[in-house]
């Protein structure tokens, strides 16, 4: 089970932390990415790590500004959001996802939603000007 929170309503250029909680499997053995969805857009990889060695994704569209962390014992992962903009409203979902989502982080390659086999229910990020 992956439970994300910390969503919200903010403004242009504020910051929000996002945290999913993982019950169920360890974030040691699954890759754990950060995804948003508008609605009528498909599911879009913004960032995800391998915890267990450390290996991170980054959209371009939020290097610089977002950074996500793992800790194996909380089981827990989060995304810190700096400089937040309009274009980052969405749902976010938090997913977990084995071979095929670990090598593509490693690969530095986009992460595929097909990929991940667990998910959460979102929780939603409005920013406004």
């Known amino acids: 089970q992956l439970v994300e929170s910390g969503g919200g309503l903010v403004q242009a250029g504020e910051s929000l932390r996002l945290s999913c909680v993982v019950s169920?499997?360890?974030?040691?053995?699954?890759?754990i990415g950060w995804f948003r969805q508008v609605s009528g857009k498909e599911r879009e990889g913004v960032s995800c790590?391998?915890?267990?060695?450390?290996?991170?994704y980054y959209a371009d569209s939020v290097k610089g500004r977002f950074t996500i962390t793992g800790d194996s014992a909380k089981n827990t992962v989060w995304l810190q959001m700096n400089i937040l903009k309009d274009e980052d409203t969405a749902v976010y979902y938090c997913?977990?996802?084995?071979?095929?989502?670990?090598?593509?982080?490693?690969?530095?390659?986009?992460?595929?939603?097909?990929?991940?086999?667990?998910w959460g229910n979102g929780t939603q990020i409005t920013v406004s000007s």
């Open positions: 790590i391998s915890v267990s060695d450390g290996s991170k």
């Open positions: 997913g977990a996802g084995t071979y095929g989502a670990i090598a593509t982080i490693i690969g530095s390659h986009k992460p595929r939603p097909h990929d991940y086999n667990y």
């Open positions: 169920g499997i360890s974030v040691d053995n699954y890759a």
